[in-house]
C-alpha cells in the first residue's frame, strides 16, 4: 500500500502476540461479573431492604423502575424487577461505551494505539478497585460508570490489527482476536462463579472475583506497557506520507460497495437484538431451572468454548461476509428454540447455535467496516462503528428484558427471533463482498509462511 508502513511477518508475529495476550487477561477479568448479576444485584437491594425509606441510589432507581413497571396496564410479578435492574445497568454502561468509544478511537488515530491503549487500562483498573471496595450499590454503580466510559481494549485492539495486516489476511487475523473473547467466556465466567464462593471480606462477597480480576488487569497493564509497540506511523512525516497514500489509493476504497452508515446499522440492528437476549439469558436460567452462579458459568462456558473452537478453525477461513450470514442465521434458529425451551437439553442446544453467532457477527461485521477505511482514520471509524453497536447494546437489554418481564418468555423470544429474522433480509440483500478482500481458505496460512 503506497506510503503505509510496511512491517515484517515477525514483526505482525510478536505485535499479535502480545494484543492476544493482554485481550485474554482483560476479557477473563471482564466476563467474571456475568454469571454473577442476578445474586449481586439480589445482595445490594436485601442490603439496602431496611433503610427502605432512605434516599439511595438504588432505592431512586427501584422507584423509577417500578413508575415504569406501573405504567404498564398489566400487572407484572415483582420476582421480575432483578431482571429489569439488570437490564438497566447493562444498558448504563453500553450507552457510556457508545458515547467513549468514537472519542477513544480518534485519539488513537492522533496519538497512537499504545498511550491510549495504557490510559484505558487505567480507567479499567479503577472501575475494578471501585467493585472491591464496593459495599454498597453506589460504590458498585460508580465502578460500572469509571468502566462504562474508559474500556477502549476491544476497539483498539481492532484497530492494531488493522494496523498489522493487509485486505487479504484480515478476516482471518480479525478472527484471532474474536477467538480471544470465546476462549475468555469460557474460562471467565467459571471462574467468576467459583470465586464469588469464597468470602474474604464480609462486607463484599464479590471481593474475591473482584480482587482476582483486578489482578489480572494489573498484569496486563504492566506487559502492555512492556512489550507493546506503537504500530501506527510514529513521526509526523510519515503520518502525512500515510495521508497522502491515502489520497492516492482514493480510487481503489471508492469502489468498495458498504457505505459505513450501512455497516454501523447492521451493527446496531444485530446487537440491539442479540444483546438483550444475551443479558435475559442468566436471568431467563435462573427462572427455569433456578441455576445459581456455577451453573450459569458452565453455561457460558459452553458456549465460549465452541466459539473459541469456530473461530479457530472455521471463521478464520470464511470471508467476513459469509460469516455475517451464518451467525445472523444461526443467531434467528436460537432465539425461537429459547422461546420453547423446557429441557436442559434444549437449552445447551440453543445455546450451541448461539455459540456459532458469537463466533461469527461482530468479528465479521467489523472486517467488512475497517475495509472501507484508510490507515489514519480506521481508530475513528471503528470506533464510530463501535459505537453503533453500543447504543443497540444500551437500548437491547432494557426493552428485552422489559418484554420477557411484562409479555413472558415466549412472547419475548419470539419477538426476538422476527427482528433477528429482519437483520438476515438486511445482510443478505444490501451488504456485498468488498473486492480487494477476496480471501481463499488456504490465504491466511499462505500470508503467515511468507
Known amino acids: 500500500m503506497s506510503g503505509t508502513r510496511r512491517q515484517s511477518p515477525n514483526d505482525r508475529g510478536a505485535v499479535l502476540k502480545v494484543l492476544i495476550i493482554s485481550l485474554l487477561l482483560d476479557l477473563i477479568s471482564f466476563t467474571f461479573i456475568l454469571p454473577l448479576f442476578p445474586k449481586l444485584l439480589e445482595f445490594y437491594r436485601n442490603l439496602e431492604a431496611p433503610h427502605e425509606n432512605a434516599d439511595s441510589a438504588l432505592h431512586r432507581i427501584l422507584r423509577g423502575l417500578n413508575a415504569y413497571k406501573h405504567a404498564f396496564a398489566r400487572p407484572i410479578n415483582d420476582r421480575h424487577d432483578i431482571v429489569l435492574l439488570g437490564g438497566a445497568l447493562g444498558s448504563l454502561f453500553s450507552l457510556l461505551q457508545a458515547i467513549a468509544s468514537p472519542v477513544i478511537g480518534r485519539l488513537s488515530d492522533s496519538y497512537g494505539r499504545r498511550p491510549v491503549l495504557l490510559w484505558s487500562m487505567v480507567g479499567n483498573v479503577a472501575s475494578v478497585a471501585l467493585w472491591v471496595a464496593a459495599t454498597d450499590f453506589r460504590t458498585f454503580l460508580a465502578s460500572r460508570v469509571v468502566g462504562g466510559l474508559s474500556e477502549g481494549n476491544n476497539q483498539i485492539a481492532s484497530a492494531i490489527v488493522t494496523d498489522v495486516s493487509d485486505d487479504k489476511s484480515r478476516g482471518s487475523t480479525m478472527a484471532l482476536v474474536g477467538a480471544c473473547f470465546s476462549v475468555a467466556f469460557t474460562l471467565g465466567?467459571?471462574?467468576?462463579?467459583?470465586?464469588?464462593?469464597?468470602?474474604?471480606?464480609?462486607?463484599?462477597?464479590?471481593?474475591?472475583?473482584?480482587?482476582?480480576?483486578?489482578?489480572?488487569?494489573?498484569?496486563?497493564?504492566?506487559?502492555?506497557?512492556?512489550?507493546?509497540?506503537?504500530?501506527?506511523?510514529?513521526?509526523?512525516?510519515?503520518?502525512?506520507?500515510?495521508?497522502?497514500?491515502?489520497?492516492?489509493?482514493?480510487?481503489?476504497?471508492?469502489?468498495?460497495?458498504?457505505?459505513?452508515?450501512?455497516?454501523?446499522?447492521?451493527?446496531?440492528?444485530?446487537?440491539?437484538?442479540?444483546s438483550g437476549m444475551e443479558f435475559s439469558f442468566p436471568f431467563m436460567t435462573y427462572d427455569l431451572f433456578s441455576y445459581g452462579s456455577s451453573q450459569t458459568g458452565r453455561l457460558l462456558g459452553f458456549i465460549g468454548l465452541i466459539a473459541a473452537l469456530l473461530q479457530g478453525g472455521v471463521t478464520r477461513r470464511l470471508h467476513p461476509l459469509r460469516a455475517v450470514q451464518a451467525g445472523v442465521i444461526s443467531c434467528a434458529a436460537g432465539f425461537f428454540l429459547l422461546g420453547k425451551v423446557e429441557t436442559e437439553r434444549m437449552l445447551y442446544l440453543a445455546a450451541a447455535l448461539l455459540a456459532v453467532t458469537a463466533a461469527t457477527v461482530v468479528t465479521g461485521l467489523t472486517s467488512l467496516s475497517s475495509f472501507e477505511a484508510n490507515q489514519d482514520e480506521r481508530g475513528g471509524k471503528l470506533g464510530n462503528h463501535r459505537s453503533w453497536g453500543q447504543m443497540g447494546r444500551a437500548s437491547g437489554p432494557m426493552a428485552f428484558c422489559s418484554l420477557y418481564w411484562w409479555a413472558g418468555r415466549d412472547v419475548a423470544y419470539s419477538a426476538g427471533g422476527a427482528g433477528m429474522l429482519g437483520v438476515c433480509v438486511l445482510v443478505f440483500t444490501q451488504l456485498r463482498r468488498p473486492p480487494n478482500s477476496t480471501e481463499k481458505v488456504g490465504m491466511a496460512r499462505g500470508t503467515k509462511e511468507k
Open 189 to 274: 465466567p467459571a471462574l467468576g462463579a467459583a470465586l464469588s464462593n469464597v468470602t474474604t471480606v464480609a462486607a463484599n462477597p464479590f471481593a474475591t472475583a473482584a480482587g482476582f480480576s483486578l489482578v489480572l488487569l494489573l498484569v496486563e497493564t504492566i506487559y502492555l506497557y512492556l512489550r507493546l509497540p506503537e504500530t501506527l506511523p510514529s513521526t509526523p512525516s510519515s503520518r502525512a506520507a500515510v495521508r497522502g497514500g491515502a489520497r492516492r489509493t482514493t480510487a481503489s476504497t471508492s469502489v468498495r460497495t458498504n457505505s459505513h452508515f450501512l455497516l454501523n446499522f447492521t451493527h446496531f440492528a444485530f446487537l440491539f437484538f442479540f
